[in-house]
């Protein structure tokens, strides 16, 4: 098992970046992207590695809509 501090790395650089700020905005304006945030820091997950959680469920939803060819819904978090 892997111990001490995670680290967020790979991928690409100039999209994290941008994904990491969409993420701080969206914490606090989208209740069920909040929720999850909270949830998982009641659950000791540190602030980054929480807001890097967030970030790849958002990834997971919007490749779905590319997918489907759907619009974004509030309610799709």
């Known amino acids: 098992r892997y111990q001490g501090l995670r680290r967020i790395r790979g991928g690409r650089h100039q999209i994290r970046t941008v994904m990491f700020m969409a993420m701080m905005s969206t ?20 602030p980054k590695v929480a807001l890097v959680a967030c970030m790849r469920k958002m990834i997971v939803i919007l490749n779905s809509m590319v997918r489907n060819g759907t619009a974004w819904e509030g309610n799709m978090a």
Do not use: P, V, W
């Open 27 to 46: 914490i606090q304006c989208n209740k069920k992207f909040k929720d999850y945030y909270e949830r998982l820091r009641a659950a000791g997950k540190r």
